[in-house]
């Protein structure tokens, strides 16, 4: 069962355009929602994060919106570069007991930025 | 540097022969991790331990054991690998402070042919 779906699973879009990434989930219990980068050969690394009390985070050329009645969030990466090529994964947690999170991963956009 | 280092790799094994995947950090993290990543399945959880002495299972824990016995290591075993374990893993970790952010190593592609 998919908890958090991604669309699309790969993306091609020119240097200098708006790359828009989709996720869409069903636990209203989620209450952590980050972006996830990784680059050929490496691991994860955490890109940008929000919280249901708000409806947009900005952070240099990344914005997350997220819709919480919809239940639907989306990464928009402005002024598209080659060295954003990457792929991303979104994903979203609730609270376990004694500090401990249950992080659900969507199944990762493939995006290349092409010249 | 702060980082979490997995050892080997890659690595090509024969099913049934035990192998250890090695994962060590160096930021005092009490929460380690171990995921696998299959082309459109996503990031899934094996297991995590909270710390010291103390694991559980996550979402695909089949055939797959872990150990933390010391705080900065975290160890995933196959006893008995099989093909469908071949696949590209991850170890991470995070303080349990604080949710914001997991440090990942740089994976360990394993086939098992």
């Known amino acids: 069962q998919q908890q958090v779906k991604q669309s699309p699973q790969s993306l091609i879009v020119q240097k200098g355009g708006i790359s828009i990434i989709n996720c869409a989930y069903e636990?209203?219990?989620?209450?952590?929602f980050p972006w996830y980068q990784q680059f050929p050969g490496k691991g994860p690394a955490l890109l940008i994060a929000?919280?249901?009390?708000?409806s947009e985070k900005k952070e240099g050329r990344f914005t997350i919106s997220f819709n919480k009645s919809a239940k639907q969030f989306s990464l928009h990466i402005m002024d598209s570069q080659p060295g954003d090529s990457a792929t991303y994964f979104c994903?979203?947690?609730?609270?376990?007991?004694?500090?401990?999170?249950?992080?659900?991963f969507g199944t990762g956009t493939r995006l290349t930025i092409i010249p | 540097e702060a980082q979490v280092t997995q050892n080997p790799r890659y690595l090509i094994t024969v099913t049934g022969k035990k192998l250890t995947v090695t994962c060590s950090q160096n930021m005092n993290h009490e929460y380690m991790s171990w995921y696998r990543q299959d082309p459109g399945l996503g990031l899934r959880q094996i297991y995590y331990s909270m710390n010291v002495e103390v694991t559980d299972k996550g979402d695909v824990p089949e055939g797959y054991k872990v150990s933390r016995k010391e705080k900065r290591n975290f160890p995933l075993i196959l006893e008995s690998p099989s093909p469908n374990q071949t696949s590209l893993y991850f170890c991470?970790?995070?303080?349990?402070?604080?949710?914001?952010?997991?440090?990942f190593g740089s994976g360990t592609r394993l086939t098992v042919v």
């Open positions: 929000i919280r249901p009390d708000v």
């Open positions: 994903a979203a947690s609730y609270p376990l007991n004694f500090g401990n999170e249950k992080l659900t």
């Open positions: 636990n209203t219990a989620f209450d952590y």
């Open positions: 991470a970790s995070r303080s349990t402070g604080t949710i914001y952010g997991y440090t």
